[in-house]
C-alpha cells in the first residue's frame, strides 16, 4: 500500500525559527515534492524533486529551501520562518515510470508562525 | 501555459440533492492527463480519477460521474445523491506531456463543498 508520511500535523513556531518539514515515502518514487495550500489559491508547487540531490524551483520558492540525501526523504526548510508562511504545507511523490503521474499525497502538515 | 479553473469556490447543497462541479483545462499538449482529487476535513488528498486526452468516454463509479468534454476543455465532475460524507475540498489537476519527465500537476483553486443533512 502507497505511503506517504509527514512528521508533523500541526506545528507552531516562532517568527525568525529555522523550521523543518519531513516527508518520507515508501514507494522507491524518484518525483518529490512540496506544495502551499491557502484558501482560494488551491496547490502551489513550492519545489520537487526528481532524483537524490536533484532540486527545481516550483512557482513559490522565495523563504524556502529543501534537501534531498535519500530517494526516500524529501525535507522543506524555511530559513527563518515569517507568519506570511502560516499554511498548510502538503508533500507528494510520484513515479516518472507511471504513465499518468499520479501524485500520492501525504496527510499535510499545518504550520503556524507566530 | 498550463492552467486548470474551478471557478466555484463554494458551493452548499443539501442531502440527496445533485451536484456538479466544473472544471476547466488550458494546455497545448496533445497528451495529457486530468485528475480529480478529494481533501476532507482530515487534510490528505485522495485521489479519485484519472483521465487521458485521448479517452473522451465519460466514466460512472457508483454515486460519482465525469464528464470530459476536450471541445470545451472541460471535466466536470458530478455527485448524484449527494451525502454529508461528500464534504470536502474538490481539485481538478492536469499533466501535460512538457511536464511529464517530471510528473507536475497543476491544480486547480479548489471548490468547497458542503453537503447539509
Known amino acids: 500500500d502507497v505511503k506517504v508520511t509527514q512528521s508533523s500535523r500541526y506545528l507552531v513556531k516562532r517568527t525568525g525559527e529555522k523550521v523543518f518539514l519531513e516527508c518520507v515515502q515508501d514507494m522507491d518514487h524518484e518525483n518529490m515534492f512540496w506544495y502551499r495550500q491557502d484558501p482560494g489559491l488551491g496547490l502551489r508547487l513550492i519545489y520537487f524533486s526528481y532524483d537524490v540531490k536533484m532540486k527545481e524551483k516550483g512557482d513559490i520558492p522565495e523563504g524556502y529551501s529543501v534537501s534531498r540525501e535519500k530517494k526516500e526523504r524529501f525535507s522543506l526548510i524555511l530559513e527563518s520562518a515569517s507568519t506570511n508562511q502560516t499554511s498548510m504545507y502538503l508533500c507528494a511523490s510520484s513515479s516518472p515510470s507511471a504513465a499518468d503521474y499520479e501524485q500520492y499525497f501525504g496527510p499535510g502538515t499545518r504550520l503556524t508562525v507566530t | 501555459a498550463q492552467k486548470v479553473t474551478q471557478a466555484q469556490t463554494e458551493i452548499s447543497v443539501v442531502e440527496k440533492e445533485d451536484v456538479t462541479l466544473d472544471c476547466v483545462y488550458e494546455?497545448?499538449?496533445?497528451?495529457?492527463?486530468l485528475f480529480w482529487y478529494k481533501q476532507p476535513p482530515s487534510g490528505e488528498l485522495v485521489f479519485l480519477i484519472r483521465r487521458n486526452s485521448f479517452d473522451e468516454q465519460n466514466e460512472i463509479s457508483g454515486r460519482y460521474s465525469w464528464n470530459f468534454q476536450k471541445s470545451t476543455s472541460s471535466f466536470n465532475f458530478t455527485i448524484t445523491a449527494s451525502q454529508v460524507v461528500d464534504s470536502a475540498v474538490y481539485f481538478c489537476a492536469l499533466s501535460g506531456k512538457r511536464s511529464s519527465n517530471t510528473g507536475k500537476l497543476i491544480f486547480g483553486q479548489g471548490t468547497t463543498l458542503q453537503v447539509k443533512p
Open positions: 494546455t497545448r499538449d496533445t497528451t495529457y492527463y
